[in-house]
T-cell receptor
Framework: GAVVSQHPSWVICKSGTSVKIECRSL??????MFWYRQFPKQSLMLMATSNEGSKATYEQGVEKDKFLINHASLTLSTLTVTSAHPEDSSFYICSASAGRNYGYTFGSGTRLTVV | DAKTTQPPSMDCAEGRAANLPCNHS???????VYWYRQIHSQGPQYIIHGLKNNETNEMASLIITEDRKSSTLILPHATLRDTAVYYC??????????????FGKGTSLLVTP
């Protein structure tokens, strides 16, 4: 079946630094990748949608200059949290799809803690 | 996307069938019903999806009512490892609109010994 690898699984960083999270589709070409954020005891909230080779589309309220998304290839998307602050601490999850008529596969998530 | 309504929590004894309901009364003809689950601190895991016919796979069965306004996910023999939050999502395939899965609050299923 389709597999999505997400790294790192957890990261602790100092306030003001940047953190990059990688999401790779291992056995299929992901034309579209989605990034979600999940706070404790809450559901997943969509942050942005990215299509390979195009700029990401961000959901309302998500700062595109703070959460940089790159989807340069059909198997890799990255989310960079720039100038991280404690309120950015959350569980970040990526999802990949081969197209509108295909399903969705999720990564295992990244626990970000900003101290 | 059609909105879904699920009970916030359910309990099930180990070995028994877990029946998780979902209401989606505003579902459109081209919208599928997807079920995912999320075990604590992991990414969501696909379970099953269907359009109008009942579906079964190695994990679960999906029963969709004839009018498609509700569905039930059935875990035939629940185990402790099935303890998770279960999300029912309706989503169209194809088309030109954004097609991310939008998660509601789901049902927190607790399987007890």
């Amino acid at each position: 079946g389709a597999v999505v690898s997400q790294h790192p699984s957890w990261v602790i960083c100092k306030s003001g630094t940047s953190v990059k999270i990688e999401c790779r589709s291992l056995d299929f070409q992901a034309t579209t990748m989605f990034w979600y954020r999940q706070f404790p005891k809450q559901s997943l909230m969509l942050m942005a949608t990215s299509n390979e080779g195009s700029k990401a589309t961000y959901e309302q309220g998500v700062e595109k200059d703070k959460f940089l998304i790159n989807h340069a290839s059909l198997t890799l998307s990255t989310l960079t949290v720039t100038s991280a602050h404690p309120e950015d601490s959350s569980f970040y999850i990526c999802s990949a799809s081969a197209g509108r008529n295909y399903g969705y596969t999720f990564g295992s998530g990244t626990r970000l803690t900003v101290v | 996307d059609a909105k879904t309504t699920q009970p916030p929590s359910m309990d099930c004894a180990e070995g028994r069938a877990a029946n998780l309901p979902c209401n989606h009364s505003t579902i459109s003809g081209n919208e599928y019903v997807y079920w995912y689950r999320q075990i604590h601190s992991q990414g969501p895991q696909y379970i099953i999806h269907g359009l109008k016919n009942n579906e079964t796979n190695e994990m679960a069965s999906l029963i969709i009512t004839e009018d498609r306004k509700s569905s039930t996910l059935i875990l035939p023999h629940a185990t402790l490892r099935d303890t998770a939050v279960y999300y029912c999502i309706v989503r169209a395939r194809g088309g030109n609109s954004g097609y991310a899965l939008n998660f509601g609050k789901g049902t927190s299923l607790l399987v007890t010994p």
